[in-house]
């Protein structure tokens, strides 16, 4: 059986490990949250639209985003009011599109 102080040692660490998790989640919720800031800032509406199958960002963007001009230039600004990396989408996954 452990001692005292290695119950000790190991709940103590445990809480470490549960605050850093929690910590780094805190983070990437923020941080993802400021591009979205930043748009409603701007005085832009921003739609939330659910994808189902079949639905791909260039499709989305077309059908919600209201855009003149180049449309991958919208859909880049979409990518980064979402935090994506790839215009990768899956069904059940909210994206924000400006109103216009």
């Known amino acids: 059986m452990w001692d005292n102080g290695q119950k000790i040692r190991r709940l103590r660490k445990g809480r470490c490990v549960a605050l850093l998790l929690v910590l780094i989640l805190l983070t990437m919720l923020l941080a993802a949250g400021f591009p979205k800031a930043k748009a409603a800032e701007e005085g832009r509406p921003l739609q939330a639209v659910v ?7 260039w499709n989305l963007v077309q059908k919600h985003y209201k855009y003149r001009g180049d449309i991958r ?5 979409v990518m980064q009011i979402n ?18």
């Open 51 to 57: 994808v189902v199958e079949g639905d791909n960002l």
């Open 73 to 77: 230039k919208a859909i880049y600004e």
């Open 83 to 100: 935090s994506l990396q790839y215009a990768v989408i899956i069904p059940g996954q909210v994206l924000y599109i400006p109103q216009y």
